[in-house]
């Protein structure tokens, strides 16, 4: 066996107390944390830069994970870049209310992982577990159980669910391999749930038994009693005929959802998504009855990524994501960031195979200096530009009946001849009609096309991402509208949620406009806030 290489953090690591109150009074005078202020001073120049959405307080950014509540707080983690060791760490951030956000040290470190990448956390009564993928190790895992969940210990050394080596002891990275020859099963992104006095856990992965053998998604179960020693069982996703070839199932977060449970992933080539079925607790088998997206295009540019998700106690589930860039340059060309973070999104079961989609936590504590908009017809084919309602970092909600228009637009971050713009557009019952055999409307479409959001030469272009969503005959259109610099995020009567990154050029594209094409319709009510930052 040949010796591994030391992959031992550079990084400044502290230890820390086990009260509040002195964990309080070291983080006052913690070296990284001043040097966090001090990035997020110097970057908060940058007209792109997001104060209502998560980003990170130096360098770039990749997945959330391990998102969890603990002791009375939220915990996000993500894959933080620290400049004396620019490979995936832990970053970590703790939140009263999901949306204010304060930064904390990384988490967790690499040693004899090359890096730490995506996973997911599990909350004990006494502890926090975290697994997570060791890139040239396999699955870790790693414990707090401190009041900030600062000091993080791992379990052991070497990865309990170790990826396939050869005879001479080097490491085979294994993601999304189909070698038959290696493990029957591939190590990464893994996720973590107990069921009696059993733990589980799925890791992300591909098999060769789509058409032709080509591959389609895995997610492989494994179950142990003491954490350290895993048994494998088999792949755990039964009946999806929904995703496509080629998908693999990263990032796996699998919860109880009402009296269902859901499945939320990552596919390397399609996005963002979720399965919705039934736990065989017997088989150990989720069972599929239905899917949906969290991305509606390509990941990149500009596209939303990975998903952290966890229970939020009450039936439903708490989820964020990671949003790409979208411009030419390397992210060091782009202010030492990258990546942002979703609002996070509240998911609840309202029908066997139906999810509600709304903003989760306290938003409504940023909002500042509030407009209303009266009812007021909005002439077919005239677009209508709405006095006094106006600003790149801000929060709309309107309702609209939408009568006879088969298509109704609300343009946002526009300049005054429109040479940039966002155009939200919806179509009335212009999709797929339902899966039960076409019984009811047809789906409408929700649309968020950046073709003219930005006049800069090195934004990349991304055709406009585009959403179904149910909207009954009798029920008005109800946009709820997050812009925030460099991201638009759109939900939908509650039911879908859109979101894309946009780079305006002007500081003057700050301008909301309306239209009514073909015929008639009606702003029933518009009311929009100006909103303040989430870092306190």
């Known amino acids: 066996m040949t010796e591994q290489p030391d992959y031992e953090s550079k990084a400044p690591k502290y230890t ?7 964990q309080e009074e070291q983080l006052a005078a913690n070296p990284t944390m001043k040097r966090f202020a001090e990035s997020r001073a110097a970057m908060s120049d940058d007209p792109h830069r997001p104060v209502c959405h998560f980003v990170s307080p130096e360098n770039a950014m990749n997945d959330p994970n391990g998102l969890c509540f603990w002791q009375g707080r939220w915990h996000l983690f993500y894959q933080g870049y620290p400049a004396e060791h620019p490979r995936e760490h832990w970053g970590h951030a703790v939140s009263d209310d999901l949306i204010h956000w304060r930064d904390l040290p990384y988490a967790i470190y690499p040693k004899n992982e090359r890096a730490c990448y995506s996973g997911a956390t599990f909350v004990e009564d006494d502890r926090v577990i975290a697994m997570y993928h060791g890139t040239f190790a396999g699955n870790m895992i790693a414990m707090a159980s401190d009041p900030l969940l600062l000091n993080w210990k791992k379990l052991t050394d070497h990865a309990v669910i170790p990826g396939s080596r050869n005879p001479d002891g080097s490491y085979i990275p294994t993601e999304m391999s189909l070698d038959p020859n290696l493990l029957p099963y591939t190590v990464f992104d893994p996720c973590i749930w107990k069921k009696g006095n059993m733990y589980y856990s799925l890791s992300a992965g591909r098999q060769g038994t789509g058409p032709d053998g080509k591959p389609i998604r895995a997610n492989y179960l494994f179950r142990s009693k003491d954490l350290a020693t895993w048994e494998y069982l088999h792949p755990f996703v039964e009946g999806d005929c929904f995703t496509l070839v080629g998908d693999d199932g990263a990032c796996p977060y699998f919860w109880p959802i009402g009296d269902r449970h859901i499945l939320l992933f990552f596919s390397h080539m399609s996005g963002g998504q979720y399965l919705l079925g039934d736990y065989d607790t017997e088989r150990d088998k989720f069972v599929v009855t239905s899917h949906g997206k969290c991305n509606f295009g390509a990941v990149l540019p500009c596209g939303v990524h990975a998903p952290s998700a966890t229970p939020d106690g009450n039936g439903g589930v708490i989820v964020i994501f990671n949003m790409n860039h979208g411009t030419w340059r390397l992210p060091a060309e782009d202010g030492d960031w990258n990546q942002i973070m979703t609002l996070p999104r509240r998911l609840t079961l309202t029908g066997r195979d139906e999810l509600a989609m709304e903003p989760a936590g306290d938003v409504e504590s940023l909002r500042r200096d509030h407009r209303h908009v009266d009812m007021m017809t909005l002439p077919s ?12 970092v801000m929060e709309i909600v309107a309702e609209i009946d939408t009568q006879g228009s088969p298509m109704v637009e609300l343009n946002v971050l526009c300049s005054p001849g429109k040479q940039e713009h ?16 076409r019984e009811g409307p047809p789906y409408s479409l929700v649309s968020i096309d950046s073709s003219y959001a930005s ?17 009954h005959p009798d029920e008005m259109l109800q946009l709820r509208i997050f812009i925030d610099k460099s991201v638009v995020e759109v939900f939908v009567n509650g039911r879908q949620c859109l979101a894309l990154r946009v780079y305006p050029a002007r500081e003057d594209s700050v301008g909301v406009s309306l239209r009514s094409q073909g015929n008639d319709a009606v702003l029933a009510s518009l009311d929009a806030w100006q909103m303040a930052s989430i870092y306190r």
């Open 16 to 22: 820390f107390a086990d009260t509040l109150e002195e």
């Open 381 to 392: 084919n005239q677009e209508v530009m709405l006095e006094g309602i106006t600003g790149n």
């Open 422 to 437: 966002v155009r939200i557009a919806f179509f009335r019952e212009r999709g797929f009609h339902p899966r039960q055999m």
């Open 455 to 471: 006049t800069l030469p090195d934004v990349e272009s991304r055709p406009p991402e585009t959403a179904p969503v149910l909207i």
